[in-house]
């Protein structure tokens, strides 16, 4: 539990100087978001659409804001699997603006956070490979 919470204080120092970037290691963003993927976060006030790193117990989670009421938001995963949950504002720990997939020919970011256009982001949606996990 203490290195866990010496990393959330590192990154939340990291955040008070700028952006910072992160790898992926979960599933619930999928598929805008694979595991492995980097990610740029930024300390910036959040609006609906925009994929946040997010405190969830102990833990740490990339998730969209799909909707805000006074200081409380809905937040969930890509996928159905991910489900459906309500933070505290104060939860909310950045914001992520931009994602790398090194595996892409050629790598490029992408935009991830509401500012790009409906359109931008099923553009992005669109160019991810097929899932090839098919036994």
């Given at each position: 539990?203490?290195?866990?919470?010496?990393?959330?204080?590192?990154?939340?120092n990291s955040?008070?100087?700028g952006a910072?970037?992160?790898r992926?290691?979960g599933r619930?963003?999928?598929?805008?978001?694979?595991p492995g993927?980097?990610?740029?976060?930024?300390p910036r006030?959040?609006?609906?659409?925009?994929v946040?790193?997010?405190?969830?117990?102990?833990?740490l989670?990339?998730?969209?804001?799909?909707?805000?009421?006074?200081?409380?938001?809905?937040?969930?995963?890509?996928?159905?699997?991910?489900?459906?949950?309500?933070?505290?504002?104060e939860?909310?720990?950045a914001i992520?603006?931009e994602?790398?997939?090194e595996?892409?020919?050629?790598?490029?970011?992408?935009?991830?956070?509401?500012?790009?256009?409906?359109?931008?982001?099923?553009?992005?949606?669109?160019r991810?490979p097929?899932?090839?996990?098919?036994?």
């Open positions: 539990m203490r290195h866990e919470e010496t990393s959330r204080q590192r990154l939340r955040l008070s100087r910072v970037e992160i992926t290691r619930a963003m999928r598929p805008l978001l694979e993927d980097r990610v740029r976060l930024e006030a959040p609006t609906v659409g925009d946040a790193l997010v405190e969830i117990g102990q833990r989670v990339l998730h969209r804001l799909v909707r805000r009421r006074g200081p409380t938001w809905w937040v969930r995963g890509e996928n159905d699997a991910a489900g459906i949950g309500c933070i505290h504002q939860q909310i720990v992520a603006t994602r790398l997939r595996a892409n020919e050629p790598a490029r970011w992408l935009r991830l956070d509401a500012s790009a256009t409906r359109s931008e982001r099923l553009r992005a949606w669109l991810q097929a899932d090839s996990d098919t036994d």
